[in-house]
């Protein structure tokens, strides 16, 4: 079955720090895909990032890095230099490949509170 | 381009009442997903279709709920009759399917508070 695990409720820290969401996955497929989303105050969920199980390379986009590491069945988030922009509620997410035919069904993790104070 | 497009975005009803939500998926997208999120329970799969199939309804908590996709460009989500519990933002989201993955996008949802 899948589970995605974001154990993190809420993460308090000051504009500026370095910050790291954590996410593990639980999966019986060998071929599956992981997802970030972000929901800000105004409510909407964005998309940030889709990741492939076989391709482990980390990415980095401007201030935004993600560290996949199938080892350990995670796939964290790390905000380098935050900033109060950046306060929202975070969500990983994971499909497994048997459902890309149909539209790549997701579960979510419960998300992790961002809150950056300035 | 647009992206997906809900409507009402917001709905305050009486209980017993029937309440319907719109959706409008991304042009060229063949998968459609409605969402319900509350601070309970967080972000739900109530139901979805591919090619305005119903693939997997298994979230749908109970027969007062039922939803349709009569074509390609249109969905709605009706919940009769309505209860205080149902109160929540429900999502819709769109992606295209077949090989590799694609990315839902969001609706930017509808707020639902039944009195």
């Known amino acids: 079955a899948q589970k995605v695990t974001q154990a993190q409720t809420e993460i308090s820290v000051v504009e500026k720090e370095d910050v790291t969401l954590d996410c593990v996955y639980e999966?019986?497929?060998?071929?599956?895909?992981l997802f970030w989303y972000k929901q800000p105050p105004s409510g909407e969920l964005v998309f940030l990032i889709r990741r492939n199980s076989f391709d482990e390379q980390n990415e980095i986009s401007g201030r935004y890095s993600w560290n996949f590491q199938k080892s350990t069945s995670s796939f964290n988030f790390t905000i380098t230099a935050s900033q109060v922009v950046d306060s929202a509620v975070y969500f990983c997410a994971l499909s497994e490949a048997f459902w890309a035919e149909y539209g790549n069904k997701l579960v979510f993790g419960a998300g992790t509170i961002l809150r950056v104070k300035s | 381009d647009a992206g997906v497009i809900q409507s009402p975005r917001h709905e305050v009803t009486e209980m017993g009442q029937e309440v319907t939500l719109r959706c409008k998926p991304i042009?060229?997208?063949?998968?459609l997903f409605w969402y319900r999120q509350t601070m309970m329970r967080g972000l739900e799969l109530l139901i979805y279709f591919n090619n305005n199939v119903p693939i997997d309804d298994s979230g749908m908590p109970e027969d007062r709920f039922s939803a349709k996709m009569p074509n390609a460009s249109f969905s709605t989500l009706k919940i009769q009759p309505s209860e205080p519990r149902d109160s929540a933002v429900y999502f819709c989201?769109?992606?295209?399917?077949?090989?590799?993955?694609?990315?839902?996008?969001f609706g930017p949802g509808t707020r639902l508070t039944v009195t």
């Open positions: 989201a769109s992606t295209k399917s077949g090989q590799g993955a694609y990315e839902q996008y």
């Open positions: 042009s060229g997208h063949n998968s």
């Open positions: 999966t019986r497929d060998t071929t599956y895909y």
